[in-house]
């Protein structure tokens, strides 16, 4: 899948966002993965905020708020 068809699904459907759709999008946006401890993964790119996504343990998707945190970091919602 494209980044743009995985950003429109993304906007789309907030609730339906998997880990590695996640994974996808922030190395594609120019995050790397820095550190991963249990659930928690945290990508880091220079001179931006590091965005940690926590990985859903009862459900494949990741939860919303992680979601929109992400892509308020990403400024896709303009």
Do not use: W
């Amino acid at each position: 899948m494209s980044i743009e068809k995985l950003i429109n699904q993304i906007k789309a459907n907030p609730n339906k966002v998997t880990e590695a759709d996640c994974d996808k999008l922030l190395i594609a946006s120019g995050y790397e993965l820095r550190r991963s401890a249990g659930s928690h993964k945290v990508y880091h790119k220079a001179n931006s905020m590091p965005i940690t996504i926590i990985s859903p343990k009862s459900s494949k998707y990741v939860r919303p708020e992680y979601v929109e945190r992400m892509t308020k970091m990403l400024k896709l919602g303009e």
